[in-house]
Structures are given as structure tokens and as C-alpha cells.
């Protein structure tokens, strides 16, 4: 009998690790609204669909691209140029 109990709280305490993913998932599922295994509803485009800007030239990215990061260092809420 003694060596029952362990393996009784093996199997109890897989049940419940069983039962806390699968309710885990099952609320995943409902706050997305999407089935759990699919894709992001966002779909993947490439840049220079976005914006003709975006396209590559010969060398590379053009000049176009950059982008001017505007902020204070000494202000907590903007970016500063050392962090872009």
C-alpha cells in the first residue's frame, strides 16, 4: 500500500497538469479568436509593396530609406539616436 501512494500522486499530479494546459489553450484560443495552430491573421509583405520608397536599388537600401529618429536623451519618453 505504501508504495502505491507515490505513484497515486504521480498520476493525480499529471491529471491536473493535463487539465491546467488544455484549459490554458482552450482560453489562448477564445481571447485570439483564431484556431490555436494557425497563422498570424496579419499577412507578410514585402516592403517595397508597402511603399515604392522601400525598393532596393543596385546597391542596396537607397538613401530614401533612412529613417530621422527624433527625441531628447535627457527626456524619458523619446528615443534618443544612441538607442536607434
Known amino acids: 500500500m505504501q508504495a502505491l501512494i507515490p505513484w497515486g500522486v504521480a498520476v493525480l499530479a499529471i491529471a491536473v497538469s493535463v487539465l491546467a494546459v488544455s484549459f490554458g489553450l482552450r482560453e489562448r484560443r477564445r481571447r485570439k479568436g483564431r484556431p490555436l495552430?494557425?497563422?498570424s491573421p496579419v499577412p507578410v509583405t514585402p516592403l517595397n509593396e508597402v511603399d515604392p520608397v522601400f525598393a532596393v536599388g543596385p546597391l542596396g537600401y537607397t538613401p530614401?530609406?533612412?529613417a530621422?529618429?527624433?527625441g531628447d536623451p535627457g527626456n524619458l519618453a523619446t528615443t534618443s539616436?544612441?538607442?536607434a
Do not use: P
Open 37 to 39: 495552430w494557425d497563422r
Open 81 to 83: 539616436e544612441t538607442e
Open 64 to 66: 530614401e530609406v533612412e
Open 68 to 70: 530621422v529618429v527624433i
